[in-house]
């Protein structure tokens, strides 16, 4: 069975420029979660699928950050336009319920 | 504010000897509490995690951890480490119930076992 997988595994793109990152969940499952770790920080939580819907967004740091989830499958995370601070590993988690999440290798941002 | 600690941000250890990885919460209620290890350019791996029961939790690798209430501790074991043990180790906590949950991180704990 696929883990879930994110893509790209890197991205450096320079300040002012959109970056959009992707993150396909174990199949099956509903719940999808978006979280960052950013200069050997704690890895925060950015918000929360349920299916489609967004059940928590309470983590997105502002509204340059926008995710969507369409038809309760992928999701994907852009960031538009992008700065200097948004440089870290971005996560991608999903679980079925219960609370163990499983998480994917993360996809590195570097913003020049 | 509900959360979790890990007061150190290095553990360093001889290969053979055990290892504690400590990390303490803050939550009101029945925490549930888990263990992730993060291996080098690779994704966070679930280790364990204690919901009710054995205060002592057994997980992969041959890790186990330790619920004490009294002290609000979730501390990671291990009887004898492995050089390849060596990886960043982060506790965690859930937050919430129902349909709407998520895992609050502590700070993470870099464990390096020298051979």
């Known amino acids: 069975e696929a883990g879930v997988t994110q893509f790209p595994s890197h991205s450096v793109i320079e300040k002012g420029q959109t970056v959009t990152l992707r993150c396909d969940p174990i199949s099956g499952h509903d719940n999808l979660y978006w979280y960052r770790r950013v200069m050997g920080k704690e890895i925060k939580f950015l918000l929360h699928?349920?299916?489609?819907?967004?059940?928590?967004e309470s983590g997105m740091p502002n509204n340059r950050f926008l995710a969507e989830r369409t038809g309760g499958t992928y999701s994907t995370l852009k960031v538009q336009p992008a700065e200097l601070e948004d440089s870290g590993v971005y996560f991608c988690?999903?679980?079925?319920?219960?609370?163990?999440?499983?998480f994917g290798e993360g996809s590195r941002l570097t913003v020049l | 504010a509900q959360s979790v600690a890990q007061p150190e941000d290095q553990v360093n250890v001889a290969e053979g000897n055990p290892l504690t990885v400590k990390c303490t919460y803050s939550?009101?209620?029945?925490?549930?509490l888990f263990w992730y290890v993060q291996y080098p350019n690779r994704g966070l791996q679930f280790l364990l995690k204690y919901i009710t029961g054995d205060n002592l939790v057994k997980g992969s690798y041959g890790f186990e951890a330790e619920f004490n209430k009294s002290q609000t501790s979730f501390h990671l074991k291990k009887p004898s480490a492995l050089v390849s043990d060596s990886a960043l180790y982060f506790c965690?906590?859930?937050?919430?119930?129902?349909?709407?949950?998520?895992?609050?991180f502590g700070s993470g704990t870099r464990l390096l076992v020298r051979p």
């Open positions: 965690a906590v859930i937050l919430g119930m129902g349909s709407s949950y998520k895992l609050i």
């Open positions: 939550v009101s209620g029945n925490p549930y």
């Open positions: 988690a999903s679980s079925p319920g219960g609370g163990e999440l499983f």
């Open positions: 699928f349920v299916k489609e819907s967004k059940q928590d």
